[in-house]
């Protein structure tokens, strides 16, 4: 494997999510301080036939919850205080947190009633990343004035949030890289974001964790639950979109859209370096793009320099990579391509305009596909729809006078089989690969001769 000492990993993704009082909530008691240590239900009159907006802790023991009629909500919680909404206040106290959290963290968004951060990378205030997110969830509880903030840190939004919601109040939850499934495993799927449906018919199989789901194979899982079965398979494994379901981030962009950056020891002006980092950015993104079964539309090559500011040069490419041995020679042509005025602290690669193209024919079966490609691709035909789904076809040794005798239709696993007992080997009722390629070589003069020498083994076979 490669290696390069001027070349530092690059950034692992890292999402806070912090779990705080409803918006609507906080502003009803900035109205009446006095309701604050009692069940306050928002959303208006409980004689309007509206849903309840919030609710605080203490009518929420009493069983209402976000969603219910007002009606509903005053028979499980009599004494609780209903106060109107005020839409103008939730706005400007969301401007208000957003605006205070932006000087803390690149990327931002504030929800009702939870807030996500991203602590990618090193912040220069704070010593480490449990520092920058205690750091994040003080300001949040300060300017709400909510002792309650839950926090939760992982490598993608679905895992930070279960990690806040496991966490509980004044706590974080830090899920290390790479842990994520270790962390799942032992959850019930209630603690996990699933389709009720899908919760329900996993728990008539037996399965009542995410661990038992992650233990089983991605096509099981659509066998069973056709496409939302992948995605299944993904959740319980931690897996899945960094900034997944962010509806305004650079880390989403309606999931079109994946990038990867290194950072360079010191100012790098050697090609050959600069090569190495691009090499290594093209398969890491490519195998992302490959794990998705995705293929790029753009791609775009940036260099941030020593002094000035980064160059970059993005390209339309008409063979749309789809992994990292097609993304290569793109982001090759790219960087000698580029001239660089000052030594190069970073490089960064992204692809945009993704869309579904793993497993098109036209790519699939070209002269330069991979061996292991078009196996991968029979694999998962054979594993979802039976072994039967895919066959080889070969000419038949003594096809006869009838057409459909012409050729016979061979097992690709045995044939792989074959192949890697040996040459010159017959296994399982097939003829060895060695004795089919010289029969090949030979005119069609010695078609016959080589017919009849093989008549007695393919008899012999049959019976």
Do not use: Y
């Not at 239900?41 to 919030?54: S, W």
């Not at 840190?153 to 790479?178: C, D, F, I, W």
């Not at 899908?198 to 995410?210: E, I, N, T, Y």
């Amino acid at each position: 494997m490669e290696t390069n000492p001027r070349v530092t990993a690059s950034l692992s993704a890292r999402i806070l999510c912090a779990r705080h009082a409803h918006l609507a909530l906080v502003t009803a008691w900035r109205r009446h301080p006095e309701l604050r240590a009692e069940p306050v239900i928002v959303g208006g009159a409980p004689e309007l036939r509206l849903p309840v907006i919030a609710a605080s802790a203490a009518a929420s023991a009493s069983g209402v919850r976000p969603g219910q009629p007002l009606r509903e909500a005053q028979q499980r919680c009599p004494a609780a205080a209903f106060v109107a909404a005020d839409p103008a206040a939730v706005a400007s106290i969301r401007a208000e947190l957003l605006s205070r959290l932006c000087e803390l963290a690149p990327i931002v968004e504030v929800g009702d009633d939870t807030t996500w951060c991203d602590l990618t990378g090193r912040h220069a205030a704070h010593r480490d990343e449990t520092a920058w997110a205690v750091a994040i969830a003080r300001s949040i509880a300060e300017l709400l004035q909510d002792d309650g903030v839950a926090v939760g840190v992982a490598a993608t939004r679905m895992v930070a949030e279960v990690a806040a919601r496991q966490s509980g109040a004044r706590r974080l939850h830090r899920v290390a890289p790479g842990a994520e499934a270790a962390f799942l495993a032992p959850l019930p799927l209630s603690a996990l974001p699933l389709d009720p449906g899908m919760a329900a018919r996993l728990a008539a199989l037996g399965l009542d964790c995410a661990g038992a789901v992650a233990g089983l194979s991605a096509a099981d899982l659509q066998r069973q639950f056709g496409p939302g079965g992948l995605e299944l398979w993904r959740r319980v494994r931690g897996e899945g979109g960094v900034g997944e379901g962010w509806p305004v981030s650079r880390l989403d962009q309606g999931a079109r859209q994946l990038g990867e950056r290194v950072v360079l020891e010191g100012g790098i002006g050697d090609l050959e370096a600069l090569r190495f980092a691009v090499h290594r950015l093209a398969l890491g993104v490519g195998e992302r793009l490959r794990r998705r079964g995705c293929r790029a539309a753009v791609v775009t090559l940036i260099c941030e320099l020593e002094e000035g500011e980064p160059v970059g040069l993005r390209t339309a490419s008409l063979q749309r990579p789809g992994g990292g041995a097609e993304l290569w020679p793109v982001a090759l042509e790219l960087l000698t391509r580029l001239r660089l005025p000052a030594p190069v602290t970073a490089v960064r690669l992204e692809v945009e305009g993704l869309e579904a193209g793993a497993g098109r024919q036209v790519d699939l079966w070209r002269g330069d596909a991979a061996a292991e490609e078009i196996g991968g691709a029979a694999s998962r035909l054979r594993a979802r729809f039976g072994t039967s789904a895919v066959r080889r076809a070969e000419l038949a040794v003594d096809p006869g006078d009838l057409p459909e005798r012409r050729f016979r239709w061979a097992d690709p696993v045995m044939e792989a089989a074959v192949a890697r007992s040996g040459d010159g080997a017959a296994v399982g009722g097939t003829v060895a690969p060695a004795e089919k390629r010289a029969s090949e070589g030979r005119p069609r003069t010695a078609e016959k001769r080589t017919t009849e020498s093989r008549l007695p083994v393919v008899s012999a076979l049959r019976r």
